[in-house]
């Protein structure tokens, strides 16, 4: 993210550039944005509210995180640069209704098949020049991405890719898609016989990978309480041993947490149990 940043970010202007992203956006934009303190850019906060003038960077995540939801940009303005984050634009998460096809797209192995420790990213960029000034950054700040890494993640993404091609192997999206569905299924038993919380919806897609239509699954649920503005959905969880993440840290408010889709199944059943003995005031009649 940080060498796109530095990439897209003008060198000839006397302020930074604002950088943008449509709420709830993902929690790491605005310090990954304004960590360095480099002069090139800043955080700007919520696109659906910049209006000013000028150059501006938006990053769209799509599918989104927190939210799972598909995005589009949302600022209206002719001298925008668009990053778009596809780090869960995968099968198992989503529908693939199209091929990506924007000017910075990133990706990273870690969202795709869960292998988070080999640190490997990569991008999809269109302007040459961009894509060298990005490299130029990668080089500089890491001394090299290692070579162990990229070979690692190579074999993983062969075998992946062996998988949806050879009918004699188990497809790896259409096994991860349908572990992600049952999860997905269970979650949104509990919360409707809970009554207290409320989850977003997606609508059923077309799959260009999986030629049917599927609703999406995302890595992260995107939890709200139905109490007041005041209600604080984080608190109210970690009082019954549920980790999550507050609205607040995406630009949110405290009725919403993140909680993620992707943990071990025992870990994974133990917070459907918990969920389960929460009783809001809709229940306490």
């Not at 919520?46 to 600022?75: L, M, Q």
């Not at 925008?80 to 693939?96: E, H, N």
């Not at 000034?133 to 990668?138: E, G, V």
């Not at 009082?239 to 909680?259: A, C």
Request: with cysteine.
């Amino acid at each position: 993210m940080q060498a796109a940043l530095y990439a897209l970010s003008p060198t000839d202007q006397l302020e930074p550039i604002s950088v943008v992203s449509a709420t709830p956006f993902y929690s790491s934009y605005p310090e990954v944005t304004d960590f360095v303190k480099s002069g090139l850019h800043k955080w700007a906060g919520d696109a659906r509210t910049f209006e000013k003038n000028g150059p501006f960077i938006e990053f769209i995540t799509s599918p989104n995180n927190p939210d799972g939801v598909v995005r589009e940009p949302v600022v209206n303005g002719n001298q925008g640069k668009l990053i778009y984050d596809l780090a869960y634009y995968w099968p198992q998460y989503t529908a693939i209704t199209s091929p990506a096809n924007h000017d910075v797209m990133l990706f990273t192995i870690s969202k795709c098949t869960g292998h988070a420790g080999s640190r490997i990213g990569w991008a999809l960029v269109k302007d040459k020049e961009v894509a060298k000034k990005m490299t130029k950054f990668i080089e500089i700040s890491t001394i090299g991405v290692s070579k162990e890494a990229q070979l690692r993640a190579a074999k993983i993404l062969e075998v992946v890719s062996d998988s949806c091609l050879d009918p004699k192997m188990e497809n790896f999206f259409e096994y991860s898609q349908s572990l992600m569905s049952d999860r997905w299924k269970r979650l949104r038993q509990v919360v409707m016989a809970n009554d207290f919380f409320v989850l977003q919806k997606y609508p059923f897609q077309y799959c260009l990978f999986t030629k049917d239509f599927c609703e999406s699954h995302p890595a992260f649920a995107w939890l709200i309480c139905k109490g007041g503005e005041e209600e604080d959905c984080q608190k109210l969880l970690k009082e019954h041993k549920i980790n999550t993440r507050s609205g607040r840290r995406f630009g949110s408010d405290l009725r919403n947490v993140r909680i993620s889709m992707l943990s071990r199944d025992e870990d994974f059943n133990i917070f459907l149990k918990r969920l389960t003995t929460i009783r809001g005031p809709t229940n306490e009649n």
